[in-house]
């Protein structure tokens, strides 16, 4: 991918960007306060029912499975909104429109399809930008993605439902939520081509997969590329925005609603011996640092929820079973695809998580809970 020295701007004169900007960022009060009332069901709709989809590359499979078999089960609620990050993005448009997809989502993660994702590059080098290439995934996204995906999101939008996926902005160091209803509703060629450039850059793991490029405007009015990588480098899950992680509902306020964080990995230690080769140093490298952020979310935002009156339930792949974030094999995926199926119809695969109990899983590393968790 030819890109301009680094501190350059990547001026794209011929870029076509929507009207109504999908993107919320930090800096923007407006999206971000808007974002916040419909978190906290400040409109007029009653609690606010979450589910956030989290990273975890090939481990995806066990979060679809969790998904298809909670409908089985006949008790997977109804969710005002639901986001996703990397792996958790390519779930979250099936898990967002409901169980009517639930085949699309399990084709999509048991059925094959992505065992040839890790493709190396012929010639990767250090000017490379990944060293695989990015074909088979996006040849996954254009699959799943349809006109008629984007339609039914679309309408699911101006009902006031809520599809959130992340991105990392690697030019401004930000994290990007990127409002895909929005997106849907432009429909089209344009609205189609980002709908999937966005879904390809949050799960663009950096250095293993090319960045994307996505039009923006800049502050001066220019139209630039920006340079877009898996979410999880920045949140390995979107559940509640950093600009309220430490707010309060006011006292007399009206509590409710239900936080689901379902994270597509393990978030226990566990000692191996690494092997001295590149692919078992960047999965161990990944997966270490993947679940160190995760455990530090997770204690963040039990703690908003507990005062704040939100329940707060977790899912996790299970320490004991064997995952691996990028084992794309046809039989790994359906392996953690059908333990999360059947997790998901038993209801084991849901606990509720207290503050102590997720401060101790962040400073530890140890998912030890005293009593039985209560299970939904």
């Known amino acids: 991918m030819a890109r301009p020295p680094e501190g350059v701007v990547r ?39 979450i589910l956030a989809l989290s990273g975890g590359g090939a481990n995806g499979a066990y979060g679809a499975g969790v998904l298809v078999g909670w409908t089985q089960s006949g008790r997977r609620p109804d969710f005002r909104i639901v986001t996703g990050v990397s ?30 994702i890790l493709a190396w590059r012929q010639l990767a080098t250090f000017a490379s930008p990944s060293l695989y290439s990015s074909s088979a995934l996006r040849k996954l996204v254009d699959k799943a993605v349809t006109p008629q995906m984007l339609a039914a999101i679309a309408a699911e939008h101006d ?18 939520i990127w409002d895909m209803g929005l ?8 609205g189609l081509k980002l709908f999937k450039d966005v879904l390809t850059a949050s799960a663009s793991i950096p250095g293993v997969f090319p960045p994307v490029l996505i039009a923006g405007r800049a502050k001066d009015g220019r139209i630039i590329q920006e340079m877009h990588v898996d979410g999880g480098v920045n949140t390995p899950f979107l559940a509640v925005p950093e600009s309220l992680v430490l707010w309060s509902r006011p006292v007399g306020a009206v509590g409710g ?16 011996v690494t092997a001295g080769k590149l692919t078992a140093i960047l999965k161990r490298s990944y997966d270490s640092g993947s679940k160190a952020s995760t455990r530090a979310h997770l204690a963040a ?43 998901g119809r038993s209801g084991k695969a849901w606990s509720d998580w207290k503050p ?6 962040a400073a ?3 998912i030890v809970i005293d009593a039985p968790p209560a299970r939904r």
């Open 87 to 116: 792996t958790g993005a390519l779930a979250a448009p099936f898990a967002f429109l409901g169980p009517s997809w639930d085949p699309q989502l399990a084709a999509a993660y048991s059925d094959g399809g992505a065992k040839d």
């Open 183 to 190: 997106i849907a509703r432009q429909g089209g060629e344009q």
């Open 356 to 361: 102590a109990e997720a401060e101790k899983a």
């Open 301 to 343: 935002n039990a703690a908003f929820a507990q005062r704040n009156g939100l329940a707060f339930r977790v899912a996790a792949v299970p320490d004991e079973a064997q995952a691996n974030s990028l084992d794309f094999s046809e039989a790994a995926m359906r392996r953690l695809f059908e333990l999360g199926r059947a997790q």
């Open 11 to 49: 001026v794209a004169p011929g870029a076509v960007i929507p009207t109504a900007d999908p993107r919320i960022v930090a800096s923007d009060a407006a999206p971000v306060r808007l974002l916040e009332r419909q978190i906290m069901g400040e409109q007029g709709q009653g609690p606010t029912a």
């Open 364 to 366: 530890t590393g140890l």
């Open 159 to 176: 009902k006031g439902r809520r599809l959130l996926v992340a991105t990392t902005n690697l030019d401004s160091e930000e994290t990007v």
């Open 257 to 272: 609603g239900s936080i689901y964080v379902l994270v597509n990995g393990q978030l226990g230690r566990r000692d191996a």
